[in-house]
């Protein structure tokens, strides 16, 4: 019998106790909310931290049985998930709870979709990856696109792009999803064509249309405006999700949709120069990880599980996302979403704690299976998100 609302579980980590800390600043009065994780010390001295009486859950990833048990929604942030996610996940799917996680690994959700999808139609259960800054910004931002779009009468969409402006820092957390991704790959060099894919999360690959996709890892380019772009680490995982979505809603957006993300780095001959090594060295990364001698330096410079920027980082943190679209009849529009506070720590926990409230609450969409924000949340997700100070906007341009 559930008698919680929802369930942090990965409450004593970086990402989860800021999870937590949100919670108990905007739950509403009543919301029965739990914090889960392995350590029940540090559960209490999370919980001692919030001045909150919330029930503790001493619970292993292996065997999540209870969170389910007690639950309506479950919010994990323990990754990397390609290691430790498919035990709650599967429990999840098989009981009819929802679940949201903050995943970026294609590998993962790919195996969750084949795995659980139809399962978790049967039985109910909502399950939402990537519910922070991977993917939410992303995945409204089109959304936003396209039911402006079609509410005006334009059509559907088709060269659509997105550019991220974004000042944050790295945890631990992030580096060790990085790692798992590398380890993964190199375990099972048969998932870098699924990884390579433009489609690789949709629900029926052979039934995706044959447009042209443009490159994951953008060229250095300079947009209309002077800010030099180039390419943006996140988006071979985010544009997958926001194709996902566009297939899930019966190709809402378009059959022509082409959809892209690039990251501003800036004007000027610094913007230029940062844009060219960022373009050099980010496919240099996964080399890095992957090779002994490298890794080794790098474990030892990078942050660790458990550690991420400061309290003052997080708060001087701040992002931009700049999506526009030209439709099939010739508009154009632009859609922004964007908030303070460090975009994967800060603002990544409003995202996810917003998500857990609008599943356990609103009233959203009738469906099941393995989502997307989009499809699963919507504009609810966007009712939220502004209420919490973020901008989500759009516009004819």
């Known amino acids: 019998m559930t008698d919680l609302d929802v369930v942090v579980f990965g409450a004593t980590g970086f990402v989860g106790a800021l999870v937590a800390e949100h919670l108990a600043r905007v739950a509403p009065d009543g919301a029965r909310i739990g914090l889960a994780g392995r350590s029940k010390e540090k559960l209490e001295r999370v919980r001692d931290g ?19 048990e007690s639950a309506r929604v479950v919010c994990t942030t323990v990754g990397p998930y390609v290691r430790y996610g498919r035990p709650l996940v599967d429990t999840c799917a098989r009981t009819g709870t929802h679940y949201l996680d903050l995943t970026g690994e294609v590998p993962f959700v790919r195996d969750v979709i084949d795995d659980l999808h139809e399962v978790a139609v049967a039985s109910g259960a909502r399950l939402v990856p990537s519910c922070g800054y ?11 696109l396209a039911e402006q779009a079609r509410a005006d009468g334009e059509g559907d969409l088709r060269d659509t792009t997105l550019v991220a402006s974004v000042k944050g820092g790295v945890s631990g957390g992030t580096i060790d999803s990085m790692r798992a991704q590398v380890e993964t790959l190199k375990a099972r060099p048969e998932l870098r064509a699924l990884v390579d894919d433009p489609y690789s999360l949709s629900p029926d690959r052979a039934a995706e249309p044959q447009v042209p996709q443009r490159p994951d890892r953008a060229a250095v380019a300079k947009l209309p405006d002077g800010r030099w772009t180039g390419p943006f680490v996140m988006a071979q995982y985010n544009t997958r999700v926001v194709r996902r979505s566009n297939a899930l809603l019966d190709h809402a957006y378009g059959r022509e949709f082409r959809y892209d993300e690039r990251m501003s780095f800036g004007r000027g001959p610094q913007g230029a120069v940062l844009a060219g090594v960022v373009a050099t060295t980010l496919p240099l990364g996964e080399l890095a990880f992957g090779f002994g001698p490298t890794r080794q330096v790098l474990d030892r410079v990078l942050p660790k599980p458990g550690e991420g920027p400061s309290e003052q980082a997080r708060a001087n943190g701040w992002f931009r996302m700049e999506a526009e679209t030209t439709t099939s009849t010739g508009a154009r529009y632009e859609a922004v979403v964007a908030g303070a506070g460090d975009p994967g720590y800060a603002a990544t926990a409003v995202m996810m704690g917003e998500s857990a409230l609008c599943l356990a609450f609103d009233e959203i969409p009738e469906r099941a299976g393995v989502l997307t924000p989009a499809t699963a949340l919507g504009q609810s997700l966007v009712t939220r998100l502004r209420a919490q100070g973020m901008e989500l906007s759009v516009r004819r341009s």
Do not use: H, K, Q, Y
Request: no cysteine.
């Open 50 to 68: 919030l001045d909150r009486d919330w029930p503790l859950l001493v619970v292993d990833a292996r065997d999540p049985s209870e969170l389910t």
């Open 134 to 144: 991977d993917s939410i910004p992303s995945d409204l931002a089109v959304l936003l």
